[in-house]
């Protein structure tokens, strides 16, 4: 917990190096829980890319009070749970199930051959 508040104070200062350092201790397990929670390892890897955006953007505003691994699977979990609902919200379905709309509406042909019979 001392190293990570060491880097997240080096990070604050603008050395770049301390947020790879913070990067690559965490990565992984992240990595390893977002794909366990999701389907996809793609989406997986974007949602651990985004909350080390977020992360590296509010550092300025960010302090430890506990563990950082802590932190930021929470941050992935909830990440996770909000694609998850926005998807449940959306109903995203598969198009190639999907009957063919039908409709009550005369296609163009049908309104010339219906005005040539009056």
Same mark, same amino acid.
């Given at each position: 917990m001392?190293?990570? $508040?060491?880097? =997240?104070?080096?990070?604050k $200062?603008?050395? $770049?190096?301390? !947020?790879?350092?913070?990067y690559?201790?965490?990565?992984d397990d992240?990595?390893?829980?977002?794909? @366990?929670?999701?389907?996809?390892?793609? &989406?997986?890897e974007?949602? &651990?890319?985004?909350?080390?955006? *977020? !992360? =590296?953007?509010? &550092?300025?505003?960010?302090?430890?009070t506990?563990?950082?691994? @802590?932190y930021?699977? *929470?941050?992935v979990?909830?990440? =996770?749970?909000?694609?998850?609902r926005?998807?449940?919200r959306? @109903? *995203?379905?598969n198009i190639?199930?999907?009957d +063919? +709309?039908?409709?009550?509406?005369k296609?163009?042909d049908?309104w =010339?051959?219906?005005?040539?019979?009056?």
């Amino acid at each position: 917990m001392l190293e990570d $508040k060491l880097l =997240i104070w080096k990070v604050k $200062k603008g050395d $770049k190096s301390a !947020f790879c350092q913070i990067y690559e201790k965490y990565r992984d397990d992240l990595l390893r829980i977002a794909s @366990g929670l999701m389907k996809e390892r793609a &989406v997986a890897e974007d949602v &651990v890319h985004d909350v080390f955006v *977020t !992360f =590296i953007h509010s &550092v300025d505003r960010f302090k430890l009070t506990g563990s950082l691994r @802590g932190y930021l699977t *929470t941050c992935v979990v909830n990440k =996770i749970r909000n694609l998850h609902r926005t998807k449940a919200r959306h @109903g *995203t379905v598969n198009i190639d199930g999907i009957d +063919p +709309p039908i409709s009550d509406l005369k296609r163009p042909d049908q309104w =010339i051959l219906q005005d040539e019979a009056f």
